[in-house]
């Protein structure tokens, strides 16, 4: 591999072709990705025109840096892609309803929580041979897997952590982040005695966004499933939860807090630690008053339980799959292209501050040179995990059957014991379905 990345040229070498034209392109058919024999929507795989499905085509903020991508694609390789999207929210319905139909072709952007969702459908290829050799990070590859196979090449990989506030931090006299969950407490208890209305950590406590305690309830043990079995439920669930409960009711967090709570009050400077996803610096920063916020905000690994333990974090990010049929084999090209040729990799990073997937676009230089990306990528990425619940088509209802559970603790109207049953139970329940 080149330092700059991948190539359309290179790209078509995996492919087992020599150039660009017309004859390359009817060479790809009997190199082309497994799976590449059954087409889903009749189409031609060999056609140079295909679909590039992406929520972001739909985002303001977004759009214009994919429509480059795409302008850039079409002018090189003398090919039209067509740009489809829909909003972020009904994304995932309008598009295993297209896919069902056969209506949707070419290239999928899509968030890797509903990789496996699609996956199951049986419409994308396997790209294990593309991927091999790609360049792209360990982390990065497994969040493209289902069922051991790779479906998705992985666009941007980053991961939800714990944020500090440095400038807190200094002010209650904490000089390191605490490592361990007894440090942590600790620097919660120091930060409480600041006043002026200080959250010491702004968690999750709205049912919303209460997924946010699965990590801590990893740090203390629960594996949630292991080998097709429903693990909440467990000591370690119960330890996990209990705990919560302690910070909730000394304080230590605060109820009814989502996400953009926990960005408000951060931003105000009301919060010293807070989990967001890695964009969060960019949003938190972007909304508060204090213009300096954005040098204090720093990567925290998530505490441990005891010292060596693996600091846990929650997967995050999006991938490129492809759909069998009409435009396959250039589709698989251009996903290839958009997540590991470092040119582009650097401008859509410069542009939207989403992390490159591959070693080489990590390195590239308007990457680097960002500390706050590469400390996180260092610190949180590298050890960050996706949900075992991702792979049930129930996994939003999962989240929240475990979130009520939660809350109800939160509240006061039921025992973590009695609570973490329940949610195992609920759990169960919903996976059979």
Known sequence: MT????????ALRMFGLGALGAAGAGA??????????????????????????????????????????????????????RAVSYPYNEYLSQLTLKLG?????????????????????????????????????????????????QYGLPWNTGSI????????????????????????????????????????????TKVAQLKDIFPWMQTFGCTMLDGGKVTIGDDAS???????????????????????????????????????????KGVTSAQSKDKTLADAMQPMERPVL??????????????IAIVKGKGQEAATRFALHTTTDRATTSEYFAARALPPSTTAGLAAP????????????????RTATGSPFWQFAQSAQIEEAIAKQVQAVLVGTAKPKDAMKQAGEDTAALIKR
């Open 3 to 10: 330092p700059s990345g991948i190539s359309r040229r290179a």
């Open 28 to 81: 790809l058919g009997a190199c082309a990705p497994s799976g590449a024999g059954s087409p889903s929507n009749g189409g031609d795989p060999k056609s140079k025109d295909f679909d590039f499905t992406s929520w972001s085509l739909n985002e303001e903020a977004a759009k214009p840096s994919i429509e480059k991508i795409i302008k850039a694609w079409e002018k090189a390789e003398k090919s039209t892609v």
């Open 101 to 149: 139909g056969g209506e949707t072709t070419g290239a999928v952007h899509l968030d890797i929580a509903w990789l496996a969702a699609m996956a199951q459908m049986g419409k994308l290829l396997d790209l294990g041979s593309v991927a091999a050799e790609a360049g792209y990070t360990d982390v990065a590859l497994k969040s493209g897997v289902y069922d051991g196979k």
């Open 161 to 204: 952590g714990v944020i500090a506030n440095s400038k807190l931090l200094e002010k209650a006299g904490i000089k390191k982040h605490p490592t361990t969950v007894e440090e942590f407490e600790a620097a919660l208890r120091e930060l409480k005695g600041l006043g002026g209305g200080v959250v010491p950590y702004a968690a999750a």
């Open 238 to 280: 119960v330890d996990a939860v209990t705990w919560y409960k302690k910070l909730h009711d000394e304080k230590l967090i605060a109820a009814d807090v989502d996400r953009f709570d926990a960005r408000a009050l951060f931003g105000q400077g009301k919060a010293a630690f807070y989990d967001d996803a890695i964009i969060g």
């Open 306 to 319: 005891k010292a060596g333990d693996t600091p846990q974090a929650l997967l995050w990010g999006g991938v």
């Open 366 to 381: 308007k990457v680097a040179k960002d500390a706050f990306t590469t400390e996180w990528t260092r610190k949180i990425t």
